[in-house]
């Protein structure tokens, strides 16, 4: 039987899990008939806007976007949809540009004539972050809650000395960055994999020793030379072990060990 891990995540079964989803839950409905949509996320790429966005779309109620440009991850792709669809009124988009901090925010808060929610979790706006990654968050929709969440993204996103408004001349100057750190990207990647493939490959074989010692230590625990001194001679032996290990100071060698 599959437990609720496996099927609680915002967009249905995959990695990502949320505790305290209501059952059942969509979030294509929630966010059709929201009054409000605010959503405040570090990365933003087009892999996970591109599951909100036919539903943002049919929205009538307002919509507010914040992202933020940290280690170039943020798509210009979704920047530039952002913008343009900033030109309504009931949307407004604006960039994280505070240089002595690092934005990384997930939060997603919804509001409709049958609730208001917010979900706070790991997963960024990208396919990854929704599906395919280890992700855990969390849904209230406990009014306190909502209210502590809501005060703290009205009060980052009214403010001018954090967060600007998107312009389509800023994701043009943005674009040129997010190209050149594409390309170094792919070298970290790479880089990445190796390190993970060479440590996969020494647990593996660490694994291995592991278990030749074990079979090891089996065979001796019931080898005549183990049950003669274990049995009738226990005093000799724990002698030996104590003379091998320099006992009481322990300032044994790598030949003490060996005995």
Same mark, same amino acid.
């Given at each position: ?9 915002? /967009? ?52 507010? /976007? ?30 994280f540009t505070q240089k002595q901090t690092t ?34 968050? /969390? ?121």
């Open positions: 039987m599959k437990s609720e891990f496996e099927v609680k995540g915002l /967009l249905g079964p995959g990695s990502s899990f949320v505790v305290g989803l209501p059952n059942p839950f969509h979030l294509k409905q929630e966010l059709q008939s929201a009054k409000s949509i605010k959503l405040a996320t570090a990365f933003a790429h087009w892999s996970g806007w591109r599951h909100l966005l036919p539903h943002v779309k049919k929205t009538a109620g307002t919509v507010k /976007l914040l992202t933020g440009l940290s280690f170039c991850q943020t798509e210009p792709k979704v920047l530039y949809d952002w913008c343009e669809r900033s030109q309504e009124d009931r949307v407004e988009a604006r960039l934005f990384h925010p997930k939060v997603l808060l919804v509001k409709n004539s049958r609730r208001a929610f917010v979900v706070v979790g790991s997963g960024n706006l990208s396919n990854g972050g929704f599906l395919q990654n280890i992700e855990c968050g /969390l849904y209230s929709d406990d009014k306190n809650v909502f209210a502590s969440v809501d005060a703290w993204f009205e009060r980052l996103f009214s403010d001018d000395s954090l967060t600007k408004q998107l312009r389509e001349p800023d994701i043009r100057h943005y674009k040129k960055r997010f190209d050149a750190a594409k390309s170094a990207n792919r070298v970290v990647k790479e880089l990445q994999n190796e390190a993970e493939d060479e440590i996969g490959e020494q647990h593996r074989a660490g694994l291995g020793n592991w278990k030749r010692a074990v079979l090891l230590a089996r065979k001796f625990f019931i080898s005549r030379r183990f049950l003669e001194h274990y049995q009738p001679k226990r005093a000799r032996t724990a002698k030996q072990i104590k003379s091998a290990l320099r006992y009481p100071g322990f300032d044994f060698d790598q030949d003490g060990l060996e005995d």
